[in-house]
T-cell receptor, first 114, second 117 residues
Framework: KAGVTQTPRYLIKTRGQQVTLSCSPI?????VSWYQQTPGQGLQFLFE???????NKGNFPGRFSGRQFSNSRSEMNVSTLELGDSALYLC?????????????FGDGTRLSIL | AQKITQTQPGMFVQEKEAVTLDCTYD???????LFWYKQPSSGEMIFLIY??????QNATEGRYSLNFQKARKSANLVISASQLGDSAMYFC??????????????FGSGTRLSIRP
């Protein structure tokens, strides 16, 4: 069974640009969550999508947005990039409706802002 | 608000010894789930073990066990017979409520475990 796939693995952008990250969940998983990981702030929850609907949202500005498609694949978009957006962005998938099932993470996209 | 506290930023342990990683949590909800993840230097997050708030027995998965003390709100991870490959960052995480209510998972700040040969 294939794991969670995130593309691209690495990305370099400049301030003011926008970026789109992609996440393909494990087959059968309907929930996709996104996290930002930085050395200073640790792992912070961005948002969760379940069956194409945003079910939960963290405390991030509106520049961070996402969506989920009918095949459960998800994309995350960050507009007007700032230096502080440099981070490892992790995507995690789960069944989404069974409480004792964990989230399974992808390898992440490392975003660097110049 | 839910909160996860890991008080050990780093630990050094001799190979083959057992190690306990501390985790305390704060929640007012009666239903919640606790997870431990391992993150090697390569970056991927690996799920280790889960404990539900209503589970009466401590969870175990191979060399990993979770010492769940509900009254003290602690969920310590115990690794028996540590191996060099256990060197990694370990995160404790909690989900408050159930998935269907749209609950999110929050993570502690992590403990960096280093195994000495």
């Amino acid at each position: 069974k294939a794991g969670v796939t995130q593309t691209p693995r690495y990305l370099i952008k400049t301030r003011g640009q926008q970026v789109t990250l992609s996440c393909s969940p494990i087959s059968g998983h309907r929930s996709v969550s996104w996290y930002q990981q930085t050395p200073g702030q640790g792992l912070q929850f961005l948002f969760e999508y379940f069956s194409e609907t945003q079910r939960n949202k963290g405390n991030f500005p509106g520049r961070f947005s996402g969506r989920q498609f009918s095949n459960s694949r998800s994309e995350m978009n960050v507009s007007t990039l700032e230096l502080g957006d440099s981070a490892l962005y992790l995507c995690a998938s789960s069944l989404g409706d069974v409480d004792n099932q964990p989230q399974h993470f992808g390898d992440g996209t490392r975003l660097s802002i110049l | 608000a839910q909160k996860i506290t890991q008080t050990q930023p780093g630990m050094f342990v001799q190979e083959k010894e057992a190690v306990t990683l501390d985790c305390t949590y704060d929640t007012s909800d009666q239903s919640y789930g606790l997870f431990w993840y391992k993150q090697p230097s390569s970056g991927e997050m690996i799920f280790l073990i889960y404990q539900g708030s209503y589970d009466e027995q401590n969870a175990t998965e191979g060399r990993y066990s979770l010492n769940f003390q509900k009254a003290r709100k602690s969920a310590n991870l115990v690794i028996s017979a540590s191996q060099l490959g256990d060197s990694a960052m370990y995160f404790c995480a909690m989900r408050e409520g159930g998935y269907s209510s749209g609950s999110k998972i929050i993570f502690g700040s992590g403990t960096r475990l280093s195994i000495r040969p």
